[in-house]
Every structure is written in structure tokens, then in C-alpha cells.
């Protein structure tokens, strides 16, 4: 029988889950607070917004597209791509936009979720699938003053529309995943540019090719054999970057030296000043925070009108930042902070069994089974959830393995007469334990490493522990020593 599936947020995930969901028989509607699908790719649109993975990585493997611009995506074209997807798969009539869900709350006597909306609309669902993102709740420092400068200042995920930068002197705080991408933009614009960075990142060469017109043209002329050749080379691709994130990320001598050469090679290739370099060698192992991939980054920073400042900052005034031993007087301040992560604060407050939230369960860290179920949440299956994030591959790939996962619980719930599916308390802290220890072999449980992937209780909520190919593996079954059935 059909279930009523609330999907809750429009991005990639959302959108995967409404597809296959549909295409499974099931009865979906699609809640979504903005104006626009595409989540991350329709709220950040920066100047020089691309996608640091692959763009045949990042796209479904049941709607491929054969027409990206580069090898690495821009962010236009993907926000297109989710778009795309609502016309490819009829999802219009199911689509709730400006319409986000407030609260949703488990009835046990009716097995069922019921939700409210911003609009103030109830509904009754079998199953709800949160898919609200790891990464949509920006930060800013926590530097004195940090609200009071009194020039043109935003957050690098709310970008004005069309800024007028020319001749400014701009301050740009933070230099990881946005900042390598949006500096070398605001660069050539820029009357002068301060980049205030308090850590070096890891940079690798990113190679983009751009994918001409002809070549366009030529894989047209024939889809079928475009989409034969496309699919081997994802995996082709797929590969590589499955045993780079399992070489680079685990304490493996050969993949953490072969990953920190690649990087100091192309440090030293692009910048001859060995003072300037200097500033820019991070001083901690490499796959601890995320490693940027960029080509245009550190030339930026080369140029005549751009002052790389590593002082810590001491607080922002009116007029500009100043720093230990200086004052940089500036007209615009951007923030290129990234993202709340840890918290895991949601826009929708959920209620499970006996009347606890999901904020109280979750108040000393976010855990998840396989990063979609919450014990005590029967029938809730969260997409991108904890302990999910994986490094430098598809992340479309563990959207896909997260929602067939739903969709076999969902399949063995009917084959069972059964109404709701929870994994069991003791299923969950089993898991956490295998995915603890497993996490302890990775660089990001290295005592020098402090990212963003970990909390400062020293857990690491964020990550999976092994590449994509483990992932598909743990999730291909349901273990019913942990997931119960009633």
C-alpha cells in the first residue's frame, strides 16, 4: 500500500527522495521554505560559486546530464540542474514552495506524523523525510565588534544582488571552501582587497576543463552513446575519488604523503615568494579540514592589490578591522565564515515517542543510524543526516544509497503489515560504537586536527568513516537485530 511521504526541503536530497518515492508508488508532497528549489545551490550565489567535486559526480545516476559547462560545475547551472528535475519528473503538482514545515509530531495511536506549515496547514503522513541539510545555517566569528562596522557588509551565503565593488577597499574574513572561490573575483573588481585569514588550507590544482560548444554538439548528435560513455566515466571517476578520500582520510603513510606533496607542489608552483608561502603551509595533517581545490586562488593573492593578513584580528569597528600591530580601513567587509555544524539546530521541530523532542535528544551531539533514523522517530528517515559527509566524493551517490534505503524499509514494512519502522536504542548505540572506532583511524581524530567536522567535545559528528563504496554497503540491507517493525 502507498504511503504519504512529507519530504521537507527542496535541494538535491529532497528532490532524490520525491523521485524515487513516486517512482515506488508512493504518495509524496514536497515542503519547501523558499522560493526556489536547489537548497544550498538557489541560497549561495557568490561570484565564482562551483562545486568542488566532479560535476558528473554531482548528479543522480537516474538523470544524468551530458551538458555541463565544466568538469567542475558552476553554481547557476546546478541550481538549473534541480530545477530541471522538477520538470523531468512532473514534481510541480507536488511541490509546496514558500511553504516550509514548522513542527512535526509522531501520533503512536495512529502510526502517523502530523505536520504544520509556515502557512498554517496541517497534514497526516506515514513517513516524513527530513532533508534540511548539513550545511545552510551560516555562522559568522566570534570577534569583538563583529556587528559594528559601519561600511556595506554581508555573509558570503546572502550575497547582495549585483554589488558595486569597483575601486572599494574590501575586507574578505576567511579563506577555506567560499573564500578561494569568491577572492579571486572580488580581486580583479576591487580597488584593494584584505583577505584575513587565521588558518592555511590545504589547496590542490583543480584542472577544470571547460567542455566546449563542439564537444556540447557532438555528444547531442547522440544521447544514447553519450550517456554510455558518461556512465563509465563517472566511474572511472567515482573510483578514484573513493581511494583517494579511503588513502587520504585514514592514517595510511602513502595516501597522507602523496596527498600533502600534491599540495606543497602546487603551493610552490604558484607562488615563487617564499614569505608569502610560508603564510600559506598549513601546520596540521592535510584531509583534516577540507581540502580546497583551486587554481586561481593563490595567483589572486599575488597580485598588487591584494594584502594577505595572517595577524589575529582584535576586533572590527566602524571604519574597519584592526588587527595586532595595524588598522585596515575598509568600505565593504564579507564574511566567508561557512556554516553552523555541530548543532544541528533544524527550522522544524520534531516530536517522536512519548512527547521528547528531537532538539532534547540531540542537545549533547547529533546521532543517527547510517545517519537516517533516530530512535524513538519511527518512520522518519533523515537524508544527509550525521555522520554522512564524505570528504572529496558523490554526495548525490549517498543521497541515492540514504533514500533506497528508505524505500527497502518502506518495501519490508508492507510486506509485513507492519506501520512503522524504528531502529531500536540498543541498534543505535551499537552503530555508534563500530562508527566511533572506526572514526579513531582517520585524520580527523587526530589530536592536531580542529575543523569544523568536529565538535569541542572532540566527536565528530559530520563524517562517514569510510569512502562511498562502504557506505553502499552498509545501507544495501536492513538488519532486524536493530530495526524493529511494530
Not at 153 to 171: I, N, Y
Not at 304 to 315: F, G, K, M, Q, S
Not at 348 to 377: C, H, N
Amino acid at each position: 500500500m502507498a504511503k504519504r511521504i512529507a519530504v521537507v526541503g527542496a535541494g538535491m536530497g529532497g528532490l532524490c527522495a520525491a523521485i524515487l518515492a513516486r517512482q515506488a508508488g508512493h504518495d509524496v508532497t514536497i515542503y519547501e521554505h523558499a522560493d526556489s528549489v536547489g537548497g544550498t545551490w538557489r541560497a549561495n550565489r557568490y561570484p565564482g560559486v562551483a562545486c568542488d567535486v566532479p560535476a558528473i559526480l554531482y548528479q543522480f545516476s537516474f538523470a544524468p546530464n551530458p551538458m555541463w559547462s565544466h568538469h567542475y560545475a558552476r553554481g547557476p547551472e546546478i541550481h538549473a540542474y534541480t530545477k530541471s528535475l522538477v520538470d523531468q519528473f512532473g514534481l510541480a503538482p507536488s511541490l509546496h514552495l514558500n511553504e516550509g514545515v514548522t513542527k512535526a509530531t509522531w501520533d503512536e495511536e495512529t502510526r502517523q506524523w502530523t505536520i504544520e506549515t509556515e502557512k498554517g496547514a496541517t497534514g497526516a503522513f506515514d513517513v516524513i523525510v527530513p532533508a534540511l541539510g548539513q550545511l545552510s545555517r551560516p555562522t559568522f566569528p566570534d570577534i569583538a565588534g563583529v556587528h559594528d562596522f559601519a561600511g556595506a557588509k554581508w555573509h558570503a551565503a546572502d550575497w547582495p544582488e549585483s554589488p558595486d565593488l569597483k575601486g572599494k577597499r574590501v575586507g574578505v574574513i576567511g579563506s577555506a571552501a567560499s573564500a578561494v572561490q569568491l577572492i579571486p573575483e572580488i580581486a580583479r573588481e576591487a580597488g584593494h582587497l584584505v583577505v584575513f585569514q587565521r588558518t592555511a588550507n590545504w589547496c590542490v590544482p583543480r584542472n577544470d576543463v571547460p567542455l566546449t560548444p563542439e564537444a556540447k554538439t557532438l555528444l547531442a548528435t547522440n544521447i544514447d552513446v553519450a550517456m554510455k560513455l558518461g556512465a563509465m566515466q563517472r566511474q572511472m571517476i567515482f573510483d578514484q575519488a573513493d581511494n583517494f578520500s579511503w588513502q587520504a582520510f585514514q592514517w595510511t603513510p602513502e595516501g597522507r604523503a602523496a596527498s600533502t606533496r600534491t599540495a606543497l607542489d602546487h603551493l610552490e608552483a604558484q607562488v615563487p615568494d617564499a614569505e608569502l608561502r610560508r603564510k600559506l603551509t598549513p601546520d596540521y595533517p592535510i584531509g583534516c579540514k577540507r581540502i580546497l581545490i583551486t587554481d586561481d586562488f593563490y595567483p589572486a593573492l599575488m597580485r598588487d592589490n591584494v594584502t594577505l593578513e595572517t595577524a589575529p584580528i582584535e576586533r572590527i569597528e566602524a571604519g574597519g578591522v584592526r588587527v595586532a600591530g595595524g588598522f585596515h580601513d575598509l568600505d565593504v567587509l564579507v564574511f566567508a565564515t561557512g556554516f553552523e555544524t555541530t548543532q544541528w539546530n533544524w527550522s522544524m521541530a520534531v516530536t517522536g515517542k512519548g512527547g521528547e523532542t528531537l532538539a532534547q535528544r540531540w542537545q549533547d551531539g547529533p546521532e543517527a543510524y547510517l545517519g537516517i533514523m533516530v530512535s524513538g522517530f519511527p518512520n522518519m528517515f533523515i537524508l544527509y543526516g550525521p555522520n554522512t559527509n564524505l570528504g572529496h566524493n558523490s554526495i548525490s551517490f549517498m543521497i541515492e544509497a540514504q533514500v533506497n534505503y528508505m524505500l527497502r524499509t518502506l518495501a519490508a514494512l508492507e510486506n509485513e503489515g507492519a506501520a512503522a519502522a524504528d531502529v531500536t536504542a540498543e541498534g543505535q548505540r551499537r552503530f555508534y560504537q563500530r562508527i566511533e572506532q572506526a572514526l579513531s583511524a582517520t585524520v580527523w581524530a587526530d589530536p592536531h586536527c580542529n575543523s569544523w567536522y568536529k565538535a569541542s567535545n572532540g566527536r565528530i559528528y559530520q563524517n562517514w568513516s569510510g569512502n562511498c563504496a562502504s557506505y553502499a554497503e552498509a545501507t544495501a540491507t536492513i538488519d532486524r537485530e536493530e530495526v524493529a517493525f511494530a
